[in-house]
């Protein structure tokens, strides 16, 4: 039989996911689960390129639990895919140091991605750690040698950058590494509720997938719409509307859709009928999602013996991919000889104490 090729996804546990998290990697990760052999990350050593602080790290444990019960509400099964903590894989800490080897700094500062972050975190100067944050991710996908890698489009660059890290790997030492595929979700990037081109936590713009019915209605009455339509005559514009474009992700009522678009159109639509439908389809959507969720929730300790798992099956896999990496290097054929000479030299010493 052919070896199942392997998926590597994963997330900062910031906390409970929302709206733009499932579409740009959760419903592909829903869909593939099957296929490939799936490895979901909870990256926790990412956060701290941004977020070092105690208080932060203190807060990983719930976030993390968090975030996989959200996994497991949408459908995520934990019997056939792995969900582990990054930092408790210590591989990860060795191969980003070899991949640190095979980058440029240019290279790393011409990735847009790490200047928003940067931006966003509120920070005046680029930390080391954070500028190496696509180095450590390449070495997260190489780690368990993943195929392919769901994620949204503000990550198609780094693997990217992860692809050219392989490809130079196996070029100075041997086949090691897979040339991974990024698979970008229907929807790269989702916009934020307050018209924002990106939902983001950060950003203060985002619809969870655990908010219940009201906080999901309220939400939807204040989101942004068309900013030139004061009023319902006034025809409006659909594309890039937020309103809308929830509507076409999450509402799979097609005719209804294509109707208000219509009427929005030609200004015979108001904005409140608009988000009314779309606080119903959401909530819709996202009632399944609850449901299950608080299933998971009422079964104590589940989640951390998910993570915990997970992680041990990850350490098995990370030890196997090392010790091939260090191999193909070199780097245990510099330790067995010094340790063998030492051992004999040892042994010598010994020998002539012993006469
Ligand atoms: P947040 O800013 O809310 O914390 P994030 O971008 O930091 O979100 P990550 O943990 O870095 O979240 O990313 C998790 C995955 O979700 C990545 O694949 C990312 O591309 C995707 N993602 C996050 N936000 C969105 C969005 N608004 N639209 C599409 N995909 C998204
Ligand atoms: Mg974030």
Redesign the pocket.
Known sequence: MQHQQRLL????P?GRL?L??Y???IANRLKLQHKYQCYFLI?DL?MLTTRPGKADIEAISENARQMVLDYLACGIDPQRSVIFLQSAVHETYELNLFFEMLVTVPRLQRLPSLKDMKD?ANLAEMPFGLLGYPVLQSADILLPRAHIV??????EAHVELTREIARRFNNLYGEVFPIPDVLV?D??????TDGNA??????NN?ILLSDDQTSVQKQVMSMYTDPNRIRADIPGTVEGNPVFVYHDVFNPDREQVAELKQRYRHGTVGDVEVKQKLAAALNAFLDPIREQRSRFEAQRGFVDEVIYEGTLKMREQARETLLEARKAMGLTGVWNRISRKAEDARKKREKAVAQ
């Open positions: 996804t994963g997330d900062r910031t929302h733009g998290h579409a740009g990697s990256a990412h966003s769901p994620v949204g489009k503000d990550n979700g929807v790269p990037t989702l916009v934020g990106k939902m983001s936590k950060s950003l985002t």
